[in-house]
């Protein structure tokens, strides 16, 4: 069966709720955003005093931090954990490049 051959009822609803995710990507998108907007200045922060890119400390806390969140959510903590990582591994390679470009003298770059 294809989606064609639907009944209307079901194929207003799978629209319906098709454009509710449609919203929340939107929103997920423009949070992630803002989030990294955050850790930019961080990035920035962290490279006029020398600071590490990473800090393993803080990243294991927000690990468990997160799982707990996943699990009050009844979303899957290895998932939540996952995209967590690929975060801040993004993260920690902006910050690596800002502070390449501020030992450069291309902090305006």
């Keep these: 069966m294809t989606t064609r051959n639907i009944d ?5 609803e799978l629209n319906r709720l098709r454009e509710s995710i449609d919203n929340i990507d939107a929103a997920v998108v423009h949070m992630l955003a803002e989030r990294f ?3 930019q200045q961080v990035g920035h922060l962290k490279a006029a005093h020398q600071l590490p890119p990473a ?3 803080r990243e294991s ?3 468990a931090r997160l799982r707990q969140l996943a699990e009050s959510a009844h979303l899957d903590p290895a998932f939540a954990e996952k995209l967590l990582n690929f975060i801040v591994a993004e993260v920690i390679r902006h910050h690596e490049r800002i502070a390449e470009e501020s030992a450069n003298g291309d ?3």
């Design 37 to 39: 907007k955050c850790t």
């Design 61 to 63: 806390r927000q690990i």
């Design 8 to 12: 209307e009822s079901v194929s207003a």
């Design 55 to 57: 800090d393993s400390a």
């Design 107 to 109: 902090a305006g770059a």
